[in-house]
């Protein structure tokens, strides 16, 4: 169900890349990112008038439904696997985007795609090839949270997942696995400690970290100023 999933959402996704985001590439950044957000909006509203907005559950594998002692803390073998599956995902990617010819044109596209149209890449073929790939994840990281938290329209709406998740791209740096990594982990961790000394400002947590990224290193952990000024753009 899960590679299921991501199938579903690549071919979403690669029908978005080539109706609406094709369209837009030119106009910016800002406005691709605004017509992200429509269309992202658009499909919640679809899904809404399909499946409705009750809540849907996704029971535990069979094999997984369980937990076990790590440190004195109880930890779900559902919760270690996705840990573990999540790993070997950002190891492929990276593999995939540093160690292979597609890889190389992916960065070659992302960094000038006048440049890289003039040095014979085909740019069209690598961003629909991105968007499969993007869209893919999304369904199989959608298909693994399932049974850790209900499925409705509130959940796509929700900042539990989104914000996390911009904050990840921000703090690590665009375009860089390992800065979301790095991000990601040491975002968790400090959520994790101020939930622990004072529960009330975790959420408050996110924002203070970009704040302070957004002023005294923009472009991230591991990106580059080139990278914070196109962003800027």
Known sequence: ????????????????????FRQLYKAGSTVSFLGAFALFLALVGLAIS???????????PDALDGSFSLLGARIGQYEAAMIVMGVFIAIGL??????????????AVSHD?????????????????VFAIGAFLAGVAGA?????SSIDEGLALSTDYMLPAFIVIIVGGLGSVPGA???????????????????SLSGFSYYLVVALFLMFRPQGIFGSASRSIQMAR
């Open 94 to 107: 990276w593999v995939l985007l540093t160690k292979t010819s597609l890889g190389t044109r992916v960065r």
């Open 50 to 60: 399909v499946w409705g907005t009750n809540p849907r559950t996704v029971d535990y």
């Open 1 to 20: 169900s899960v590679l299921v999933a991501g199938a579903g959402v690549m071919v979403v996704g690669v029908v978005s890349e080539l109706l609406v």
């Open 113 to 129: 795609r006048t440049m890289a149209s003039a040095l014979g890449i085909r740019v069209g073929r690598v961003s629909t090839t």
């Open 144 to 148: 693994l949270i399932s049974p850790v």
């Open 181 to 199: 990594l790095v991000a990601a982990l040491a975002l968790g961790i400090i959520e994790s400690v101020i939930f622990k000394v004072a529960p």
